[in-house]
C-alpha cells in the first residue's frame, strides 16, 4: 500500500485520520476511533486549537497541575505546570512549602532585551561599510515606523542596530544585529515582521544608495529572523535562609544542618564543573521551567535552547544556579533568559493558556519572568535536595507506581491495596507485578 500521498493537508479532518489509520495503524478501525475520540467536544475550541499548527488529526493530552503554595516576592501563588513526568510537580509543591516556611522565593528581572539579525555579505570596502551605516542605520529605522508605531505606544520598539563584522571568521560576512523591547508579547511576529523589513531595505539600500561601486551593488542579504538567545533578557531567582533553618531536613536523614547545606552546595559546585551532571542538573531546572512555559501557551523549545546556549556562555557548559554557604547562611539562586509573554500568539487563544495566566493573576510578562524563575529554582532545589539525601528513586518510584499499576491494568481496588502495601516497600515493576499476581491468585 502506498503510504505517499499528495494533497494530505487539503483532506477533511476525518479523511486524514482515515488514510493514516489505514496506512500505518495495525488495527484500522480502532485507530480511526483513537483519533476521532480525541477532539474538544466543543466543535469552535476544536477550530481554534487545529489552527495552532497543519495537519492535525487529533489532541495530545498531557496532564495539566497545579503547585499550590509558591511564595514569591511576598505573593503567594498555585502554579499550573503542564508536565508528564511523575514526581515533578510533588517536588515542586514540596519546595515550595518548605521555602513558604522560610521567606519565600525572590525574584528580580535584569534585563528585558530581545534580539534579531539581518544577515548579510558585502563584498566591498570594511570601512566604507563603516562610514555608511549611520545613514543607513536611519534609513533602516525609518523603513519600519509602521512596523514598530503601536509598540512604541506600549512602551517598546526597536531600542537599537548595530553594525557586526564578522569578517576576521568569515570574509565580506557581516550582520545588523537589532534589539527589541516587546513589553508584554514575546514579540516573536512583530520582531521577524521588522527585520524582514530591514533586510528589504537593506536589498535596497544596495540596489539605489548612491555611490556604491559594482562589487558593492552584489553585497546580498542572507536571511533575517530573530535570535532565540537572548541573554539580556534575564531573571534571577533566590532563595535565603539562615543554616539552621536545615535542622528538621537534617536530622531525617541522619545529619547536621551545616554537613546538608554543605552537601547541596558541594552537589551544585559539581554541576558547575562537570557538563554531563551539569545537563542533568539544568534538565531538573527545565522540568519545572518548561511545565509553566507550557501551561502559559509560550514557546518552550525557545526557553530551552536559549538557556542551555546561555549555560555555556563561558566557554563550557555550567550549571544556571549557584549555591553559597558563608557565614551562617545558605543561598541558592537561578540566573536564566526567559524571553516569554503574557499577551499575544497562544496566551489569550488557548483555553488553558488563559485560564493558567488567570490562575497567576493575569501577570505581566515581567511578573511570569518571576515565577518560571522560582519554579526552576524550586524544582532544582527538590531535585538536590533529594539526590543528596534519599535518591531520586525513593519519591520518584512512588508517584511511578501509579503508572505501572495502569500498565499493569489494575482494578482501583487493586490500586488502592498496592498503593498501601508500597507505602513501606521498594517500588520495581516486577515487585508490582508479583503483587498483583499473588492477589489475582
Ligand atoms: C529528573 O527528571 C531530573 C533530575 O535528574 C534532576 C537532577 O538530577 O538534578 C532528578
Not at 542538573?281 to 523549545?301: E, Q, S
Not at 524550586?378 to 534519599?390: E, H, K, M, P, Y
Given at each position: 500500500?502506498?503510504k ?6 487539503k483532506l ?7 488514510w ?12 480511526t476511533r483513537d483519533?476521532a ?6 466543535a ?10 497543519e ?8 496532564p495539566y ?10 505573593k503567594t501563588?498555585?502554579?499550573p505546570m ?7 510537580v510533588a517536588?515542586a509543591?514540596?519546595a ?7 521567606g519565600?522565593?525572590?525574584?528580580e528581572?535584569?534585563?528585558t ?5 539581518v544577515h548579510f555579505?558585502w ?24 512596523l ?13 542596530i548595530?553594525?557586526?563584522d ?5 570574509p ?26 530591514l ?5 535596497d539600500?544596495f540596489?539605489?544608495?548612491p555611490?556604491?561601486?559594482?562589487v558593492e ?9 530573530l535570535s532565540?538567545y ?18 528538621d531536613?537534617a ?15 558541594r ?8 557538563p ?7 534538565k ?10 507550557l ?17 555555556s556562555?563561558?566557554?563550557?557548559y555550567r550549571s ?9 547562611i ?10 516569554l509573554?503574557?499577551v499575544g500568539?497562544?496566551t ?6 488563559k ?5 497567576l493573576?493575569?501577570p505581566?510578562?515581567?511578573?511570569l519572568?518571576?515565577i518560571?524563575?522560582?519554579v526552576g ?5 527538590g531535585?538536590?535536595r533529594?539526590l ?8 520518584h518510584?512512588k ?7 495502569n500498565h499493569?491494568?489494575a ?13 513501606n ?6 515487585a508490582v507485578r508479583?503483587f498483583?499476581e499473588?492477589a489475582r491468585?
Amino acid at each position: 500500500m502506498a503510504k505517499t500521498i499528495n494533497g494530505f493537508s487539503k483532506l477533511p479532518k476525518l479523511e486524514k485520520i482515515k488514510w493514516l489509520a489505514e496506512h500505518f495503524c495495525a488495527d484500522a478501525a480502532l485507530a480511526t476511533r483513537d483519533f476521532a475520540t480525541w477532539q474538544h467536544p466543543e466543535a469552535a475550541v476544536q477550530r481554534v486549537i487545529d489552527g495552532f499548527a497543519e495537519n492535525t488529526v487529533a489532541n495530545y493530552v498531557l496532564p495539566y497541575c497545579i503547585a499550590p503554595n509558591f511564595l514569591i516576592n511576598g505573593k503567594t501563588y498555585a502554579v499550573p505546570m503542564v508536565i508528564e513526568e511523575s514526581s515533578v510537580v510533588a517536588a515542586a509543591s514540596s519546595a515550595a512549602k518548605f521555602w513558604q516556611e522560610r521567606g519565600g522565593f525572590h525574584a528580580e528581572v535584569l534585563g528585558t532585551v530581545k534580539l534579531g539579525q539581518v544577515h548579510f555579505y558585502w563584498p566591498g570596502n570594511p570601512q566604507k561599510l563603516r562610514a555608511i551605516f549611520p545613514d543607513l542605520k536611519a534609513r533602516l529605522l525609518d523603513s519600519c515606523s509602521d512596523l514598530t508605531a503601536n509598540m512604541e505606544q506600549r512602551g517598546g520598539g526597536i531600542l537599537d542596530i548595530e553594525l557586526i563584522d564578522f569578517e576576521t571568521v568569515e570574509p565580506e560576512y557581516y550582520q545588523l544585529r537589532a534589539s527589541f523591547e516587546t513589553c508584554d508579547s514575546m514579540g516573536a511576529n512583530f520582531i521577524n515582521s521588522v527585520l524582514e523589513r530591514l533586510a528589504a531595505t537593506l536589498e535596497d539600500f544596495f540596489t539605489l544608495f548612491p555611490g556604491l561601486s559594482d562589487v558593492e551593488r552584489d553585497a546580498e542579504v542572507v536571511m533575517s529572523i530573530l535570535s532565540n538567545y537572548t541573554p539580556q533578557c534575564l531573571v534571577r531567582a533566590w532563595v535565603e535562609c539562615p543554616i539552621h533553618s536545615f535542622a528538621d531536613l537534617a536530622r531525617a536523614q541522619g545529619m547536621d544542618a551545616a554537613a546538608l547545606a554543605h552537601r547541596f552546595a558541594r552537589a551544585v559546585r559539581i554541576a558547575q564543573i562537570d557538563p554531563y551532571r551539569a545537563t542533568t542538573h539544568n534538565k531538573g531546572i527545565y522540568n519545572g521551567i518548561d511545565a509553566v512555559v507550557l501551561a502559559t501557551g509560550n514557546d518552550f523549545r525557545a526557553i530551552e535552547a536559549c538557556g542551555h546556549t546561555f549555560a555555556s556562555r563561558a566557554g563550557q557548559y555550567r550549571s544556571l544556579s549557584n549555591c553559597i554557604v558563608r557565614e551562617g547562611i545558605f543561598r541558592f539562586e537561578l540566573e536564566i533568559p526567559l524571553a516569554l509573554g503574557t499577551v499575544g500568539g497562544l496566551t489569550s487563544l488557548h483555553p488553558l493558556a488563559k485560564r493558567s495566566l488567570e490562575i497567576l493573576g493575569n501577570p505581566s510578562a515581567l511578573e511570569l519572568m518571576c515565577i518560571t524563575a522560582a519554579v526552576g529554582l524550586a524544582q532544582n532545589f527538590g531535585a538536590v535536595r533529594s539526590l543528596i539525601t534519599t535518591g531520586i528513586q525513593q519519591g520518584h518510584m512512588k508517584m511511578h507506581l501509579t503508572n505501572i499499576l495502569n500498565h499493569l491494568a489494575a482494578t482501583s481496588e487493586e490500586a488502592a491495596a498496592a498503593q498501601h502495601f508500597f507505602q513501606n516497600q521498594t517500588v520495581s515493576f516486577s515487585a508490582v507485578r508479583s503483587f498483583l499476581e499473588e492477589a489475582r491468585s
